[in-house]
Every structure is written in structure tokens, then in C-alpha cells.
């Protein structure tokens, strides 16, 4: 019976549990049921998370982000012609609203707000683009003019608001027809038969560049023509073209306003006189008229010396003067 008993509680301690009563024999009372093992308990895990921000005392909190531009001030340069981008770059933006504006003097004209443009003028266009942080607003202005110079803002709605302000400078091109030395001339004087030779230089242009033409009054010139052709070179580290003008044997009839144009932005004139050969030679050496003849012109300058030489002599401060006249005239009657 002793043996009985220390298997049931083998059994039991091994985790088997009998539900039965077993009775000895010649024994009437029943074996007590044996006792079932203790149930493990499990351990309750807490993350690091959830331990810092539940169970530590100190609670660490992110600041709020409040909306900021990448910049305060901007400037842009562009070319007459080109397209003009001004970039507005804002941080947490959140749902503030963003605006471009123009500013004239004291006023501000209103060209966009959030998505939608005011402005009249197609040429105004508003592209956004955005990341994770941070959106860009970027007001896109084609074929700047020169009235799109000037001071613009660009506003988020905050309390109060953000500004940034931007300068857009449009550089317009200069047209110059210059003489050899490359000075500035207004008017140029060529013998009949001659070759006419113009030069323009155009600076402050982006490169590739635009079209150079000539006119004579309002006639386009050709590029190559039996008498003579049109020569371009530009030079991209300087930013500037030269143009040249070629015209032979040269009559009177070629005379006129000449103008160097590039593209329809800026222009230069220069007048072409053209003289025919004999008035030439009268305007460079100033003769006299043909018909006049020596015989008439002695006299009067054999006059002229003879009056020289009365005049009073008291004074000698004019003395080297009158002599000098006299000499002079002489030899001009004599040569005639």
C-alpha cells in the first residue's frame, strides 16, 4: 500500500492527473486527489517606447514647426527676350496660403494666390513643386520686356505674414555703328566708285543669339548681293556681335540712312553720303571756281599785299605779323 501511494504522487508530481478513487483492499477510505502543478505566469513586456514616453517621469515633446522661406531677399538677371523665373521656397508650409504680388512705388498689384493667377497678361504663369519639407512657389514670366523690371513680393498668410522680396533686372542690348577705331559716328563720306564700309557692334545679348539685319531707309539688305555682302561674328565669352556692311563701287544713288538692327529690340543709324567725283574733289581741296583766271587773280592779290604794306608800321607787335601776310601773298599770286 505504501508503494501504491509514492507512485500516485510520482504521477501526480509528473503532472498526471487521475480523477478516480482507488481502494485498497480491505479498506474503505479513498486516496485523496492529487494536487495539479501551479500554472507558470507571464511576463509582462514593455517597449522602449512605450517605457519612455508611459513609464519615465521626464516627458520629451518635439516644438512645434512653424512655416519659414529659404530666403529673405533674391535677385534675377535676364536678357530682353528670355524667360524670367522668380522662386518662392517655403518650409512647413502646413495650409497657409502663398501670393505673388508686384511692387510700384508704394502700391502692390496682386499676380497670384495659392494656385490661381490674376494677372492679365498670358505671359505670368505660377509652376509649383513640392517635397517632403518644403513647396516651391515659382512665378515664370516668358519673354521678359523691359516694363517687367523692377520689385516683387512674395507672401505667406501667417500672422503676421512672410515676406520675401525679389529684383528682376531685364539687360537690354546695344546696338552701336562704330568708325575703325570703333568711336561712335553719326555720318560717313565715300568718293563715287569707292567701297562703302559699315561696322555695328552689339553687346549685352545672351548667346546664341538673335538675328542682325541692315536696312537702308526701309529696304532690308541682303546678306549677298553682286556688289557686295553682310559679314557676322560673335564672340560668347564677351557677349557681343560685329557686323559688317560691304558695298563696292559706290555711286551717289547708294547715299541714305543706314541702320543696324538686332532682332526688334534695339537699332543704330548712321548717314551715307556718297559725292560724286569732281564735287569731291572741290569739297576736299577747297578750289576755286574754273573759270576764274590768273590774270584776274593777280592783280588782286598784288593789291592786297600793297594795302599790307601801308598799313602804319608805329606798332611792332604787328610787325613779324604783317610781313609774314606779305610773304604769304606773294607767293600765292605768283603760283597763280
Avoid at 517687367?148 to 507672401?155: E, N, T, V
Wanted: charged share 20%; proline share 5%.
Amino acid at each position: 500500500m505504501a508503494v501504491l501511494r509514492r507512485l500516485l504522487l510520482l504521477l501526480s508530481a509528473a503532472g498526471v492527473g487521475l480523477s478516480s478513487k482507488v481502494a485498497g483492499p480491505g479498506s474503505s477510505s479513498s486516496l485523496p486527489s492529487p494536487l495539479l502543478p501551479a500554472q507558470p505566469r507571464g511576463f509582462v513586456r514593455v517597449s522602449e517606447s512605450h517605457y519612455d514616453h508611459t513609464h519615465h517621469t521626464h516627458h520629451h515633446h518635439d516644438p512645434p514647426r512653424h512655416p519659414h522661406l529659404a530666403t529673405a531677399n533674391a535677385s534675377t538677371t535676364v536678357f530682353l527676350g528670355d524667360t524670367a523665373s522668380l522662386d518662392c521656397t517655403v518650409y512647413d508650409l502646413a495650409n497657409q496660403s502663398v501670393s505673388w504680388m508686384r511692387q510700384v512705388g508704394d502700391s502692390l498689384t496682386l499676380l497670384t494666390w495659392d494656385s490661381n493667377t490674376y494677372h492679365s497678361d498670358d505671359r505670368y504663369e505660377l509652376v509649383q513643386s513640392e517635397e517632403e519639407e518644403w513647396q516651391r512657389w515659382r512665378l515664370v514670366i516668358r519673354g521678359a520686356r523691359r516694363g517687367d523690371g523692377g520689385h516683387y513680393r512674395c507672401q505667406v498668410d501667417t500672422t503676421p505674414p512672410l515676406v520675401m522680396n525679389a529684383r528682376l533686372t531685364v539687360v537690354e542690348p546695344r546696338a552701336r555703328v562704330v568708325e575703325e577705331r570703333g568711336r561712335d559716328v553719326r555720318e560717313k563720306h565715300y568718293n563715287s566708285g569707292s567701297r562703302i564700309e559699315l561696322r555695328c557692334i552689339i553687346d549685352r545679348i545672351p548667346f546664341p543669339p538673335r538675328a542682325v539685319t541692315w536696312r537702308r531707309g526701309s529696304t532690308v539688305l541682303s546678306f549677298n548681293t553682286s556688289r557686295g555682302g553682310i559679314s557676322v561674328k560673335g564672340d560668347a565669352n564677351s557677349g557681343f556681335l560685329s557686323s559688317r556692311l560691304y558695298v563696292t563701287n559706290a555711286s551717289p544713288s547708294d547715299s541714305g540712312v543706314y541702320s543696324c538692327w538686332y532682332y526688334n529690340y534695339t537699332f543704330d543709324t548712321v548717314t551715307v553720303h556718297v559725292i560724286a567725283g569732281e564735287n569731291w574733289a572741290g569739297l576736299q581741296h577747297d578750289a576755286l571756281p574754273t573759270n576764274a583766271s590768273t590774270s584776274s587773280a593777280s592783280p588782286s592779290c598784288l593789291t592786297l599785299a600793297a594795302c599790307l604794306s601801308c598799313l602804319t608800321w608805329d606798332n611792332r607787335s604787328y610787325m613779324v605779323l604783317l610781313v609774314s601776310a606779305i610773304v604769304g601773298l606773294i607767293g600765292l599770286c605768283g603760283s597763280r
